[in-house]
């Protein structure tokens, strides 16, 4: 006797608990499956776009608003990015131009006086040397003066 002939196989008309319960087919199934992971990947996509939009719309300077200041910062100045003006269009250990227009905030890029895992600001791309012997440098793309032993998010190690 084979296997098939052993097991009886039932359809939706021989269940008893579920007499009107039409029954999907196994494709349509797995495209229902689809559709669904497709429309929660595209939320997900559109809602992580919608809010890097609005980041980066808070981080820009411009537009009118004026200048908050962290306690890091020691002179303040709108034109300069928070820096005295040695400092202003100054370039990074790596040659990036500072623009005090487009920089992002301390507060946005998570930034800390102190190293993080040996990683610190006097060793990243964008940071800009003291000018002025006052122990502070700058950096080419977050406002304030920078401590050199400080630390943010965007470190990138400088290999010059």
């Not at 029954?23 to 997900?44: N, P, Q, V, Y």
């Not at 962290?70 to 990015?81: C, H, K, V």
């Not at 301390?106 to 006086?113: H, K």
Request: with cysteine; hydrophobic share 25%.
């Amino acid at each position: 006797m084979a296997d098939d002939e052993r097991t009886p196989r039932r359809d939706a008309t021989d269940r008893p608990d579920q007499p009107d319960r039409p029954t999907r087919s196994r494709d349509a199934g797995e495209t229902a499956d689809t559709d669904a992971a497709r429309t929660r990947r595209r939320f997900i996509w559109l809602t992580g776009t919608a809010a890097m939009a609005g980041l980066a719309g808070c981080s820009g300077g411009g537009g009118g608003a004026t200048e908050t200041t962290t306690a890091t910062t020691t002179q303040s100045s709108g034109s300069t990015g928070g820096v005295p003006e040695a400092y202003a269009t100054a370039t990074s250990l790596d040659g990036t131009q500072r623009n005090p227009d487009s920089l992002s905030s301390q507060e946005a890029v998570s930034y800390q006086e102190e190293p993080s895992e040996g990683r610190q600001c006097s060793t990243c791309r964008y940071y800009i040397e003291d000018k002025n012997g006052d122990g502070a440098g700058a950096c080419a793309i977050v406002a304030g003066e920078i401590s050199p032993e400080g630390y943010c998010v965007s470190y990138v190690e400088y290999e010059g």
